[in-house]
């Protein structure tokens, strides 16, 4: 009986552990390591949906936006109803028209899906104040006005203690000349995650799942312009 040859590894086994090495990478900020495992992964399986996926997505968190772009794009391609995130990443990096197209397309996908999975609320209503803050850079207000309204009082209706809506309808406002309505609303959005001053007048410590820093940094600047 003749000795049986080694089996090879399958193919499959060599990009996942090269996918799991680069996020491990990421995770302890290793970023130009990370992505590089990752890029050999993607070389390895380019029409594994999943695969360019994360390559892609890693690439659009770690600023690398041009090569992010290429990646997502190819992405769409491969899985284009599946899969929202590719999208919003893709509403980012780019601008104006395929921006918004980008970020519709992940909508379309958050909409059936949320119908099965009700911890996509968050997701959908940050995709539908994305869509109007997009909107609203990208042509006078009066030719997106009505859409933005639709849109925020959708956001409203899917997730209600969501602070993004209330804070993208006082943009909207700003942007009508509604001063007295935008600070309102902004103070509205404020109220729901900034915690009022201790007894001893010291600023007391953001709850947990606190908007992200960009969020407050843009709350701020309406309070600014409107106060």
């Known amino acids: ?6 089996s090879a590894k399958p193919r499959v086994a060599g990009y996942e552990a090269l996918m799991m090495e680069g996020q491990d990478l ?7 390591e990370g992505l590089a495992k990752m890029r050999q992964a993607y070389q390895m399986a380019s029409t594994n949906a999943e695969v360019v996926d994360t390559f892609g997505s890693a690439l659009a968190e770690t600023g690398q936006a041009e090569e992010a772009i290429q990646v997502l794009q190819h992405a769409v391609q491969l899985s284009p109803s599946a899969g929202f995130e590719k999208y919003m990443y893709l509403g980012q990096l780019m601008e104006g028209p395929p921006a918004i197209a980008s970020v519709r397309a992940g909508i379309k996908i958050l909409q059936v899906e949320v119908q099965g999975d009700e911890g996509l609320k968050a997701p959908l209503t940050s995709a539908l ?5 997009l909107l609203l850079n990208s042509a006078p207000v009066e030719q997106v006005d009505k859409e933005c309204e639709a849109l925020l009082t959708e956001a409203m209706r899917i997730d209600p203690a969501s602070v993004e ?3 993208g309808l006082a943009s909207l406002r700003n942007e009508q000349g509604r001063a007295d309505e935008a600070l309102k609303a902004i103070r509205a959005s404020v109220k729901r995650w900034l915690p009022p001053p201790s007894a001893s007048g010291e600023e007391a410590p953001l709850p947990e799942g606190a908007p992200s820093f960009e969020f407050r940094f843009e709350a701020a600047k309406l309070l600014l312009d409107l106060d």
């Open 165 to 167: 809506p209330m804070q």
């Open 26 to 32: 990421l995770a302890r900020e290793q970023y130009e």
């Open 1 to 6: 009986m003749g000795k049986k040859g080694k």
């Open 129 to 133: 104040c994305s869509l109007v803050e």
